[in-house]
């Protein structure tokens, strides 16, 4: 497998393929409780790192993932961001789709990095590859993730909470919250500029 490369850069931003060097700052923050607190549970070393390596296959596969953000200014490894193309043992109620997802430091929290990265995420799907509608989802008590979906333009889609198929019916945070951006409404909308 050859490792997929692209680079997509915002004013502060690089948005770039995965790097062996990222391993470390990326379990640190999936170790964090507070950058887990809306996933099922904190990721072992074992589980970052595969997480990573499938987020390398699902870029030579599709062209895109979930793919690592950082710093022009000094190279901070911030997180990740990026488009990825679901693949739970059940479907989501609204495949086929491309899904628009985050996670930060931290220290990268309130300085506007998700949305920045997020926008130029989606003018790449939206743009570059030509996707009809790009979608996002997390758990209702999520309002952070919340807001960065209304600020890069993505409206909820009210009828379309859904329980995820990776939990159980009762499990915690099984009910999800569903945001949807057309590229219609992308090209149309002054929030791309």
């Known amino acids: 497998m050859t490792e997929a490369s692209f680079l997509l850069e915002t004013d502060r931003l690089l948005l770039r393929p995965w790097k062996d060097e990222d391993l470390d700052p990326f379990a640190r923050l999936c170790a964090d409780p507070e950058v887990m607190r809306f996933f099922p549970e904190v990721l072992t070393r074992e589980k970052s790192?595969?997480?990573?390596?499938?987020?390398?296959?699902?870029?030579?596969?599709?062209?895109?993932?979930?793919?690592?953000?950082?710093?022009?200014?000094?190279?901070?490894?911030?997180?990740?961001?990026?488009?990825?193309?679901?693949?739970?043992?059940?479907?989501?109620p609204f495949e086929p789709c491309v899904e628009i997802g985050w996670r930060?430091?931290?220290?990268?929290?309130?300085?506007?990095?998700?949305?920045?990265?997020?926008?130029?995420?989606?003018?790449?799907?939206?743009?570059?590859?030509?996707?009809?509608?790009?979608?996002?989802?997390?758990?209702?008590?999520?309002?952070?993730?919340?807001?960065?979906?209304?600020?890069?333009?993505?409206?909820?889609?009210?009828?379309?909470?859904?329980?995820?198929?990776?939990l159980p019916a009762d499990h915690p945070i099984a009910k999800h919250v569903l945001y949807r951006l057309k590229k219609t409404d992308w090209i149309s909308s002054p929030k791309q500029v």
């Not at 990573?52 to 901070?76: H, L, N, Q, W, Y």
């Not at 590859?129 to 009210?158: C, H, W, Y």
Request: with cysteine.
């Open 49 to 92: 790192d595969l997480l990573v390596a499938r987020c390398r296959e699902k870029t030579v596969k599709d062209g895109f993932s979930m793919a690592p953000i950082e710093t022009k200014e000094t190279g901070e490894f911030l997180g990740f961001v990026g488009l990825n193309v679901p693949s739970y043992a059940a479907p989501l």
């Open 104 to 166: 930060l430091k931290r220290t990268a929290w309130g300085k506007g990095y998700a949305g920045e990265a997020a926008r130029e995420w989606l003018r790449f799907g939206f743009e570059t590859i030509g996707l009809e509608e790009i979608v996002a989802f997390t758990i209702p008590d999520n309002l952070p993730s919340q807001r960065v979906m209304e600020k890069i333009g993505m409206t909820r889609d009210l009828e379309g909470d859904f329980l995820h198929p990776s």
